[in-house]
Nanobody, 123 residues
């Protein structure tokens, strides 16, 4: 069993930056692919970024490429999402997720989810 707790959300002006953190419990963290998803009001949950167990492989949705960066610190059981050049359309609840298989862009592939952290970008 893995428990995930996100933090770092908040209100920021367009063009600003935020760094989200996801702290994981459990001794298997350093074997798990991790991902960030987001869900805006009235919309489906969408993939943002993923990282493999070692951190050497990452993948992003097109809309955040060049602005967001996913990373992990296996010694701290934590995955991060650095978000720069934020836009109002980035406003959403951001969720951290983990699975025991491979990196995926599909939410159904992930077994464990955090409670989410709100990110609001004002124009």
């Amino acid at each position: 069993q893995v428990q995930l707790v996100e933090s770092g959300g908040g209100l920021v002006q367009a063009g600003g930056s935020l760094r989200l953190s996801c702290a994981a419990s459990g001794s298997t963290f350093n074997t798990l692919p991790m991902a960030w998803f987001r869900q805006a009001p009235g919309k489906e949950r969408e993939f943002v970024a993923a990282i493999n167990w070692s951190g050497r492989s990452t993948f992003y949705t097109d809309s955040v490429k060049g602005r967001f960066a996913i990373s992990r610190d296996n010694a701290k059981n934590t995955v991060y999402l650095q978000m720069d050049s934020l836009k109002p359309e980035d406003t959403a609840v951001y969720y951290c997720a983990a699975n025991s298989r491979l990196m995926s862009v599909y939410a159904r592939a992930y077994d464990y989810w955090g409670q989410g952290t709100q990110v609001t970008v004002s124009s």
